[in-house]
C-alpha cells in the first residue's frame, strides 16, 4: 500500500496545481471579459486604444478596417474559450483526484465497514452482517492526514 507520506505529497501537488489553475481561470476571465467590451467597442464604430490592443494581443501598429478588427476580436475570443474549458476539466479532474487521494482506501470513504459471521444452529448456518465504524478512519472516511493539508483543502473546497 501507498504510504500516507506519499499520498500526502501527491496531495499538495494538486492543491499546487489547481491554484495554479485557477490563477489562470481568473486572468483569462478578465481577458474575456475585456475582450467583450472591445467587440462592443468596434460595434459601436468608437476607436480601441493602442494599449488595448497589445494588452490582447493585436499589433497595434497596424490599421485595420471594423471588420476585421471584429475577426481578430472573435478569433482571440475563441482561443481563449477553449482554454478556459480545458482549464475548467482540469481544475474538476484535480478536485476529483484530491477527493480520491483523500479518501479511506479501507471502507472506500464510507466510513463504516461490514463484517459477516456465520451462527451455526442445528444443522444450519444463518450469516450476520453487522455495520462497524470504520477502524481505520474512525468513522470519518478520510486518511489521517497531516492537520496542514486539512487546513488547505478546507481552502479549496
Ligand atoms: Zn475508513
Given at each position: 500500500m501507498t504510504s500516507i507520506i506519499q499520498i500526502e505529497e501527491d496531495i499538495l501537488k494538486t492543491i499546487k496545481e489547481l491554484e495554479d489553475i485557477k490563477i489562470e481561470i481568473t486572468n483569462l476571465n478578465q481577458e474575456l471579459k475585456l475582450i467583450q467590451e472591445l467587440i462592443s467597442t468596434v460595434n459601436q464604430n468608437d476607436i480601441i486604444s493602442k494599449d488595448k490592443m497589445l494588452e490582447i494581443g493585436i499589433d497595434p501598429t497596424q490599421i485595420y478596417s471594423p471588420t476585421i478588427l471584429k475577426l481578430k476580436l472573435r478569433g482571440i475570443q475563441n482561443t481563449k474559450k477553449t482554454r478556459l474549458n480545458e482549464l475548467q476539466i482540469g481544475h474538476n479532474k484535480n478536485k476529483q483526484l484530491i477527493n480520491h487521494l483523500t479518501k479511506?482506501?479501507?471502507c472506500q470513504g464510507k466510513g463504516t465497514t461490514t463484517k459477516t459471521s456465520y451462527d451455526r444452529n442445528d444443522n444450519r448456518i444463518t450469516p450476520t452482517t453487522k455495520t462497524e465504524t470504520c477502524p481505520t478512519c474512525q468513522g470519518k472516511?478520510?486518511?489521517?492526514?497531516?492537520s496542514q493539508i486539512l487546513e488547505l483543502l478546507k481552502k479549496i473546497k
Open positions: 479511506c482506501p479501507i472516511g478520510q486518511l489521517n492526514i497531516n
